[in-house]
């Protein structure tokens, strides 16, 4: 069985920093690109950074850029996303996905074959 799992959310104060974890299992990844999302409370699910299956392409939201990085352990099956800087506005429940052997990243969610369940970010003011 196909899983992504996310792990590292929680709760810091704006102008603090988290780093997600999404551990992959039930088949490989290494050729996929990987991605993370995130939803707000009454809000649209939204793109937050992708990378390539190899690690040398990467895509952030205009929000994130230069507050958030995304990287990968094909190794390990495992995509990261360390986040500094924290806004109120990064409130979210963060998802990872999995684009099956894409040839490059992209940022539309229906893309992607495989989804984590999510975890919650939340940033105090």
């Known amino acids: 069985q196909v899983q992504l799992v996310e792990s590292g959310g929680g709760l810091v104060q704006a102008g603090g920093s988290l780093r997600l974890s999404c551990a992959a299992s039930g088949r490989t990844f290494r050729r996929d690109v990987m991605g993370w999302f995130r939803q707000a409370p009454g809000k649209e699910r939204e793109f937050v950074a992708a990378i390539s299956w190899s690690g040398s392409s990467t895509y952030y939201a205009d929000s994130v850029e230069g507050r958030f990085t995304i990287s990968r352990d094909n190794a390990k099956n495992t995509v990261y996303l360390q986040m500094n800087s924290l806004k109120p506005e990064d409130t979210a429940v963060y998802y990872c996905?999995?684009?099956?052997?894409?040839?490059?990243?992209?940022?539309?969610?229906?893309?992607?074959?495989?989804w984590g369940q999510g975890t919650q970010v939340t940033v105090s003011s």
């Open positions: 996905a999995a684009d099956r052997n894409a040839p490059i990243p992209t940022i539309y969610a229906n893309e992607y074959d495989y």
